[in-house]
């Protein structure tokens, strides 16, 4: 963690909200990743072998095999009911699956022997709807897990915490309450909560689809920095601008089937399957 | 109608030796708020963790507290007090009951276990009425964060459930507290067995029960004054 001390607000084209301006300083500069050493490509992060997932009758996913390198950002796009949102949560075993396995940094996620609350500690999630706990600050928001799941003082807890809202721009806000905030900066004060457990993994389940269009970049850009400082990242999203901007990878998906899972180069470029080209004829229209 | 009205009648001396009319309404009184509050912490804590199982993903959890709540609303209040009261002791090993029935106070307390496992299987409705209406990501941010399920209910789940079930519980505790009118039938000498045996002694029939109407309405009313602070003093900034 680098520990210089708290930089001047920069003036970032993005916080476009003049009303905003004087409270909410937007991103700033600094480390937003701590105690992850950069990134030595070529590591596994998450490997997905082969899972399949059921409700009842219906297959929502189909031998989807994958893997994430360290420092790597994936992004799983795909027309809703695709399963991509289903995916993701069952890196961190939110949603549980039938068939197959995942490791997390060299965890089985399937197995009786891992600790799951601790697995999870370790993985990142940022959700569509922001998922704040409405009854605390903040600075509660942010500190909650790292003293009850870490095990941190409160004392330390309230350091990273706050030293991260600090780093998305919304220091003025410590000690307001979720309800009291926009969209997007209850989605960066999200980003800044699961940044505070040292993650070696972030998970983005369609951060950006639940906020007003003006509020989209300020959240965007708090994940670019993170992309930029070597974070391992899945991200579901439909926002193909971050996609072209950061993504090493990207996976698409339909049907329950991981159907292209290419190079940002070659996606964009030429993708191979029929269904992922009229999926981006539909989407870049606009 | 002819009837002597005589509102002086609660100055009187009451048979009992020890004190007016008006201390034999107030001792009831007493027994009353005393059951309400002891039959409350049970309902309270018990049906919390009544709801709390209804909620679980494990089915065995879903199962003990289904059965739970069918069968403690499901019979009557009245029948439930004279089972407490009249047939537990007799089913249990004969020195258990014994004891039971040797015990001083024995109404009190049985009003209480009674009153307590009835009110929460209502109390435990409500709770995991509270815990569903919360959307489903609140319990999936807590589980991804790396909270146990007791953290995620501890402190995520249950916090905001009580905030937002605050209202039927005020009703639930009224409830519960008038209910203990019920425990007259075993003997319990509350407010409205204390109108009843001043009726008897003095046949002033409208002074005791209005007295006791009064005094409940009043004790009622405090309640709910209390429940509106409360309302107040946990409401989220930001939130409506």
Partial sequence: ?286 | MNYNWNWRIFFDASPEGNGTYLDMLLSGLMWTIATALCSWFIAFFLGSLIGVLRTLPSKTANGIGTAYVELFRNVPLLVQMFLWYFVLPEVVPTQLGDAIKQMPDAPFYTAVVCLGFFTASRVAEQVRAGIQSLPRGQGMAGTAMGFTVYQTYRYVLLPNAYRIILPPMTSEFLNNLKNTSVALTIGLLELTARARSMQEFSFQVFEAFTAATLLYVIINLVVVTAATYLERAVAIPGQR
């Fill in chain 1, 1 to 286: 963690m680098t520990s210089t001390p708290m930089p001047a607000p920069s003036v970032k084209e993005s916080v476009a909200d003049a009303a905003h301006a004087p409270r909410d300083a937007g991103l700033q500069p600094g480390s937003l990743v701590s105690g992850v050493p950069a990134a030595a490509p070529g590591e596994t992060m998450i490997s997905i072998d082969n899972i399949s997932k059921w409700y009842g009758d219906f297959q929502v996913l189909t031998n989807c095999t994958t893997k994430v390198a360290k420092g790597e950002v994936v992004v799983v796009c795909g027309p809703s009911g695709s399963g991509k949102s289903t995916l993701i949560k069952c890196v961190n075993a939110l949603e549980p699956f039938q068939k197959g396995q995942i490791t997390v940094a060299g965890t089985k996620v399937v197995d009786k022997t891992t600790n799951l609350p601790k697995l999870r500690s370790r993985v990142g999630m940022v959700f569509q709807h922001f998922e704040l706990f409405p009854h605390l600050s903040i600075t509660e928001n942010l500190t909650i897990a790292q003293r009850k799941v870490l095990g941190r003082g409160a004392e330390d807890a309230k350091k990273r915490g706050l030293d991260l809202l600090a780093r998305v721009g919304l220091s003025a806000q410590a000690d307001k309450f979720p309800g009291q905030l926009s969209g997007g900066q209850q989605q960066r004060v999200a980003v800044a909560r699961a940044l505070a457990m040292n993650p070696v993994v972030m998970l983005f389940d369609e951060p950006t689809s639940a906020l007003d269009p003006e509020m989209v970049g300020e959240v965007l850009d708090v994940m670019v920095e993170l992309a930029k400082e070597g974070m391992t990242m899945m991200v579901v999203t439909h926002e193909m601008g971050f996609a072209r901007k950061v993504a090493d990878r990207v996976i698409f998906m339909d049907r329950g089937e991981i159907v292209e899972d290419a190079k940002k180069e070659d996606f964009f470029g030429s993708p191979r399957s029929e269904r992922a080209q009229t999926f981006l004829s539909k989407i870049l229209q606009h």
